[in-house]
């Protein structure tokens, strides 16, 4: 389950970056392309949207990003270090260290409250850290220094860190409904709460899939400033996968895919 | 409908891992059910067989001469289905005498049977201890040859009414009656069987011998004059008779009630061939009566034990629905945006299930019957019709259980189809049973009953005077029956409820972000209703496993004490007297492979004031390790204490409670016996000292008899030892009974053993032997015990795929994710094995207060089969860490993606 040293490649102003990265299911005539061939790179702090029709495989490059894919093609790389070389277990810890998700549905834990689904982020990604520098300790990794070379390799160095689950839920306008189960929230504050929760991780990077796709227009609108509000208070990485060209605007710079292929890069 | 059926099939392909474990989860229930009704089947043909074999005498019919006796059974036995018919007759007795060396010896009133010398082919009313009826001598029983002190050779005479002169006889034999309370009956035919009181003292002579002589002398009572003979043991004259035996192997190849309506038929058969010449008492239906009344309670019990087990293996079913419940409600989705109505979702149900059903039904049929060939002993006979009936309702079951499955699975999905309009005004109310609180009422009238039975009794002893008639009442089994319903509705009533206010209480106030592990009591809490349904299906599916193993223990021991009560011991020899002693039959018998231990046991009469009860001599060194004592034998001692009590006086004896009562005893008191002196042939008081009451002991009678020390009884009896050799075996008792047999044939010994000994129980219900429907059952319960569990954990994680991976994609570790599994499991486990405790305790403790009227000695305490328990724990345990560890690895494998995107 160790991750193990991994091939170190000196790239200090990328936070994360997709090289060649082609994804596919299924075999012989069944065989679909979701990804072909992609190359994108985020920097620390910067705000990303990926921007396509349904289909055009911006999730599926978002779930790259994360490492919840693995490519079948390409590298993905994470802090200078090769995201798509590591199992899953080191993988899941690269996530819960700095690697954040807000879906489209929320996907909160139905049988923990608000609270409580944030209190879980935040402990996994503590446990995480913990064993993270235990494991980096162990076998050398950070020994040559190269790993360090963005300086944050190996520390949780997000400012939401220092929060508490009750301080991220009161940053999200949600300190009355510590104790709502998901069924108990609109889905406004089911969306915030997904936020909280996101911020319990110290992300340096939050992915966002199609974040306001269920909410009403008024509604979107609140949650992407809070998301917009939090990204400048904490300073993460923040990609958007989202078909709306409003929602894509508010971007920095917008990745234009199709059929699985990035067909254009708009920097505004 | 054809295509209705193509689409049920596309179903059920689509998915066939999972419509397999459906299939196979189906025909496991229905098996145990199948296989139950084969045994039922087997197991009324062992009643009836052993109803029949258990009535030494089916017919008598009363004639009015010797001539016509000799005619009428000539043409009896040429009827079909008749095995013997032979002429017969009973007369009394006023008193008989011997003179011995000792002088004149006599004794009271009893009576003669007179029978042909061929007598004894099919017939067995009486057994030969020594010789054999000789023409022009007598056979003594063996309590009037005791009381004579009369030997082969021997010369006695016998008195009669209306004899003017007494005749005298030479001795030919000794012989054991052990029907005399038919053969003494008043015979009248109107009024059917009315045991008599057996006489005292009986003599056995040829037919041709007493007709030539005290049939003479003798007045003949008419075989129409019903009031002649009408009071038991009151017999004044010859009464002439035709006793017939049918044929068994006719009789017992189906039910009770079969070889009722069979042995019927042919009686009456009999008396119209013979119209006006003879009428019959007919002893063996009073017998396949009750065995009939037993055979239905028989059924009952049977079913009670199996039917829990299967209904909640229909649970499983609902289980093994619940994971393909997400995809129905897909599909059934898809079906109703393209139209389709409710109808034809639940016709499309109903297909599937018919599809499910035909399939497991078979397959549990063919399980069953294969099961019950193989475990039980005797194996699986059924006609063609049978299989077919019981093929048919398995189908049938297995298609409900099926249909019940999954529309109880996808109930909101076709709920949905027509109400989803009525979303918003439609309110989920209580169900009725629980507004009617029926699982509290349940419970209560369960406790009720099961005081009533436990207390009072239902069952009633009929027909003291005689042998002892079972009665009982089906109505008692409504307590167990009510306990399982009661049990199984109060748990869906709390759907978890407590399990969650317990882990409220865990963590309320505890700092959740420092204890991961309470994230895990968190979740399971809120999910009591999901763990409740496993805990439902798990706990009572071990509580039908702890139920059946602790009821088929205790069956089983009690089967076997009731044997050995009535034997003596695994395995007796029983010799003339003085060749124990002589020949050291004890010894002889202990050096023979399989025995354990053994000792000798002289079986005399004494007379207790003018009570004679038969006593016994016994070692008491040697006793308690060739035979079993129970505590439950004596009064107010163990059965240690007692035994420690005889060896340490020399002159103790033990004594039954009624005889402690009349003479006002206590221990240690004197108690004067006239014992009879074989050396002197008189009687003379001997003193002996109280040293226990007894109401139960190893061979002896159900009424009052003694217990001495074999020494000092030998000192004053001067009988030449012990009569009787009790053995203690390691072996299966039949095959050191054949061995013992075979090493003690030169001295003429009987040798009996407890397991032949079993299927001769007065009760017919314990001639069923449970053992092998009971290792079925248990196989069931074990296997599906371990199959609730790893269902439990599939559905667990094919429920929660959706959370598991979001924690995924949050970064938890596998260990962490897996942990809720585990939780999960191992709550349902630990729950379901205490509730398994204790329900199956109470049911067992159930089962066990009604089978209290049907064994005796009733059963000290439960018996508990630690090894089968072990047995259904460690595979329940077992499948749970199977099914997490597999669980766990189909978490690793989860397609993170594919299922975020699900929504």
Redesign the interface.
């Known amino acids: 389950m160790s991750s193990g040293p991994a091939s170190v490649v000196r790239a200090p102003t990328s936070l994360i970056a997709c090289k060649g990265v082609s994804v596919a299911y299924g075999r012989g005539d069944a065989r679909v392309t979701a990804l072909a061939d992609v190359d994108v790179t985020v920097h620390p702090g910067e705000r990303l949207a990926l921007w396509g029709r349904s289909g055009s495989g911006k999730?599926?490059l978002l779930?790259v990003l994360?490492g919840?894919?693995v490519p079948s093609e390409g590298r993905v790389m994470w802090k200078a270090r090769e995201l798509s070389s590591l199992d899953?277990?080191a993988r899941?810890?690269?996530?819960?260290?700095g690697?954040?998700?807000i879906?489209?549905?929320s996907?909160?834990?139905?049988?923990?409250t608000a609270f409580?689904n944030v209190?879980?982020?935040?402990?996994?990604?503590a446990?995480?850290a913990d064993?993270q520098s235990d494991e980096s300790a162990k076998d050398g990794w950070a020994k040559d220094g190269s790993a360090n070379a963005d300086g944050s390799a190996n520390a949780q160095t997000s400012r939401s860190s220092g929060y508490?689950?009750e301080d991220l839920l009161e940053l999200v306008g949600l300190s009355s409904k510590l104790d709502a189960?998901p069924g108990e929230l609109s889905g406004g504050e089911a969306q915030r709460v997904a936020i909280a929760?996101a911020l319990a991780?110290s992300p340096e990077l939050l992915l966002c899939?199609e974040p306001t796709g269920h909410l009403d227009s008024d509604t979107a609108e609140r949650v992407l400033d809070l998301i917009e509000a939090l990204q400048r208070e904490f300073s993460f990485a923040l990609v958007t996968a989202t078909h709306d060209a409003g929602v894509a605007a508010r971007a920095g710079r917008v990745v234009e895919l199709t059929d699985g292929r990035v067909v254009g890069v708009t920097s505004q | 409908m054809t295509s209705a059926v193509r689409l049920a099939v596309s179903w059920l392909l689509r998915a066939p891992g999972r419509s397999s474990i459906r299939v196979l989860v189906l025909a496991a229930s229905v098996a145990l059910l199948g296989g139950m009704l084969l045994f039922v089947g087997n197991s009324l043909r062992t009643v009836a067989g052993s109803a029949v074999r258990s009535v030494p005498l089916d017919l008598q019919g009363p004639v009015s001469s010797y001539d016509q006796a000799r005619a009428v059974a000539g043409e009896v036995a040429r009827q079909s289905g008749v095995l013997q018919a032979s002429p017969a007759a009973t007369a009394p007795l006023t008193g008989s005498e011997h003179r011995g060396p000792n002088g004149l010896t006599s004794s009271g009133a009893g009576a003669v049977l007179a029978v042909p010398l061929d007598y004894g082919a099919h017939i067995h009313t009486f057994r030969f201890l020594q010789g054999a009826l000789r023409p022009g001598a007598v056979v003594l029983d063996q309590q009037m040859a005791a009381t004579l002190q009369a030997h082969i050779g021997d010369r006695v005479t016998l008195n009669a009414p209306g004899l003017r002169a007494s005749q005298t006889y030479p001795v030919s034999g000794v012989a054991l009656v052990t029907a005399s309370d038919k053969l003494f009956q008043p015979l009248n035919p109107q009024l059917g069987p009315a045991p008599a009181q057996p006489p005292a003292n009986v003599a056995i002579m040829p037919l041709h011998t007493f007709a030539s002589t005290l049939a003479r002398a003798i007045p003949t009572i008419s075989a129409a004059g019903t009031a002649a003979n009408a009071q038991p043991g009151a017999q004044t004259g010859v009464q002439w008779q035709v006793q017939t035996q049918l044929d068994p192997a006719a009789l017992s190849t189906g039910s009770p009630s079969a070889a009722l309506e069979r042995a019927t038929q042919t009686r009456n058969r009999i008396e119209r061939t013979l119209p006006g010449r003879v009428q019959f008492v007919d002893n063996l239906s009073e017998s396949l009566n009750t065995a009939a009344t037993d055979a239905l309670y028989a059924e009952t019990l049977y079913i009670m034990l199996a039917v829990p087990g299967a209904l909640i293996a229909l649970g499983l079913a609902y289980l093994a629905a619940l994971g393909t419940v997400e995809r129905d409600r897909r599909d059934l989705a898809l079906l109703r945006a393209r139209g389709a109505r409710r109808r034809d979702l639940l016709v499309l149900a109903g297909i599937e299930s018919l599809i499910l059903g035909l399939v497991a039904g078979l397959l549990g049929t063919a399980a069953g019957f294969g099961a019950v060939s193989t475990l039980v002993a005797g194996g699986a006979h059924a006609s063609t019709g049978r299989v077919l009936s019981i093929g048919a309702i398995c189908v049938l079951l297995a298609s409900a259980g099926a249909g019940a499955a999954r529309v109880g699975a996808s109930l909101s999905s076709l709920r949905m189809s027509v109400a989803t309009g009525q979303r918003g005004t439609r309110r989920e109310g209580k169900p009725l049973w629980q507004r009617l609180y029926l699982d509290i009422a349940c419970l209560a009238i369960s406790g009720l009953i099961y005081w009533l039975t436990a207390s009072t009794g239902f069952s009633a002893v009929v027909n003291p005077d005689s042998n002892p008639t079972l009665s009982l009442s089906v109505y008692m089994f409504f307590a167990p029956a009510l306990l399982w319903v009661g049990a199984t509705l109060l748990l869906v009533r709390l759907r978890g409820r407590a399990l969650s206010w317990v882990i409220a209480r865990v963590v309320r106030g505890r700092a959740i972000a420092s204890r991961p592990r309470l994230f895990l009591l968190i979740s399971a809490g809120r999910r009591g209703a999901a763990i409740n349904r496993g805990l439902l299906v798990v706990g009572l599916l071990l509580a039908f496993g702890v139920n059946l193993g602790i009821f088929s223990a205790t069956y089983n021991q009690q089967v076997k004490v009731d044997a050995q009560l009535t034997l003596g011991a695994d395995v007796t020899a029983t010799a003339a007297p003085g060749v124990a002693s002589q020949r050291n039959l004890a010894r002889r018998i202990a050096a023979v492979p399989g025995v354990a231990a053994t000792t000798g046991v002289e079986h005399s009469y004494a007379y207790v004031g003018p009570d004679l009860q038969d006593t016994y001599g016994i070692d008491a060194s040697s006793f308690g390790k060739a035979t079993s004592l129970r505590d439950s034998y004596f009064i107010g001692s163990t059965a240690q204490q007692v035994l420690v009590r005889l060896r340490s006086t020399r002159d103790g004896i033990v004594v039954s409670k009624e005889t402690i009562t009349d003479f006002s005893l206590r221990n240690g008191d004197l108690l004067r016996l006239r014992v009879l002196d074989q050396r002197t042939g008189q009687f003379h008081v001997v003193p002996f000292h109280v040293a226990g009451i007894v109401q139960e002991f190893p061979s002896a009678p159900k009424d009052s008899f003694m217990v001495a020390n074999l020494s000092y009884l030998e000192s004053v009896t001067h009988t030449g030892g012990p009569n009787v050799v009790f053995a203690k075996v390691n072996g299966y008792p039949p095959d050191v009974a054949r061995r013992v047999a075979a090493a003690t044939s030169s001295l003429g010994t009987r040798v009996d053993n407890i397991t032949d000994q079993g299927a001769r129980t007065s009760s017919s219900i314990t001639t069923v032997d449970l053992t092998g429907i009971s290792h079925i059952e248990q196989a069931f319960a074990i296997v599906l015990a371990a199959a609730a569990m790893a269902l439990f954990v599939a559905l667990g994680i094919s429920e929660r795929r959706q959370e598991f991976a979001t924690m995924a994609a949050i970064g938890a570790p596998l260990s962490r994710i897996s942990a809720f599994l585990w939780t999960e499991a191992a709550i349902v486990l630990s729950v379901g094995l205490a509730l398994a405790i204790g329900l199956g305790w109470l049911l067992s403790e159930m089962l066990v207060a009604i089978l209290q009227h049907v064994f005796d000695p009733p059963p000290d305490a439960l018996a508990v089969p630690w090894s089968f328990l072990a047995g259904l724990a460690g595979a329940a345990i077992l499948a749970t860490l199977l099914a997490t560890a597999l669980a766990t690895r189909g978490i690793r494998r989860l397609r993170l993606g594919e299922i975020l995107r699900e929504q």
Do not use: C, K, M
Request: charged share 20%.
């Open positions: 999730t599926t779930h994360g919840l894919l899953d277990a899941g810890r690269a996530r819960a260290g690697i954040a998700y879906f489209q549905g996907n909160l834990l139905s049988h923990f409580e209190a879980f982020a935040h402990e996994v990604s446990e995480s064993a508490s689950p189960l929760r991780q899939d």
